[in-house]
């Protein structure tokens, strides 16, 4: 892959695709080494405030703690922005407050790296009690992850948009219906 664009050809301004196919071969050892990473790996060097800043400007968000990522669903948003079609984000439910719903949200991230080849296992019984330690480290890996794939900037990628689409699709998929004005007083 000497070229990666001569030989391919490429949708008129597609950074994203071109992109993945610059990072082809860093992709497949990707797979295997990243669920590797030992503790001493610089990744695991990156504060908390780094990753609440980096998550926040990614996805649009307003995190006070890494424990607000106990849930899993920015778990799931981060891995959406790198493989689109390997997350099913309308699964995810940004609304979860129980256990029982963080653990819902990390099947669907322990699918799609089942699915996309990612080699991790989450251990969702220590990240659901949203202890400190155990969530920032897991988004300590989830950044290095992302980083492998986007060294520079990321890609175009709107995250309000998009959760709120996937929202709207998790409450119809739960017979909740689309989301109605409110009705007017009487008058």
Excluded at 25 to 49: D, F, K
Excluded at 128 to 134: E, F, L, N, P, S
Excluded at 168 to 176: D, K, P, Q, S, V
Aim: hydrophobic share 40%.
């Amino acid at each position: 892959l000497n070229s990666p664009t001569s030989a391919i050809p490429l949708p008129h301004n597609d950074h994203f695709l071109l992109h993945r196919v610059l990072h082809i071969h860093s992709t497949l050892r990707t797979h295997s080494t990243m669920s590797a990473l030992g503790i001493m790996n610089p990744a695991y060097s990156v504060s908390r405030s780094e990753i609440l800043r980096w998550v926040n400007g990614l996805l649009d968000l307003k995190l006070a703690k890494i424990e607000d990522t106990a849930s899993g669903a920015v778990a799931c948003q981060v891995f959406h922005c790198i493989f689109p079609e390997g997350v099913v984000l309308s699964k995810v439910n940004f609304a979860a407050r129980l256990p029982h719903e963080f653990t819902a949200n990390y099947k669907v991230l322990q699918q799609a790296f089942d699915s996309i080849g990612i080699e991790k296992n989450i251990d969702v019984q220590k990240l659901i009690k949203a202890k400190y330690q155990d969530n920032l480290e897991f988004m300590q890996w989830v950044k290095a992850y992302f980083d492998s794939f986007f060294p520079d900037a990321p890609p175009e990628y709107d995250a309000r948009d998009e959760r709120k689409r996937a929202t709207e699709a998790y409450r119809l998929t739960r017979g909740g219906g689309p989301r109605r004005a409110a009705p007017a007083p009487p008058a």
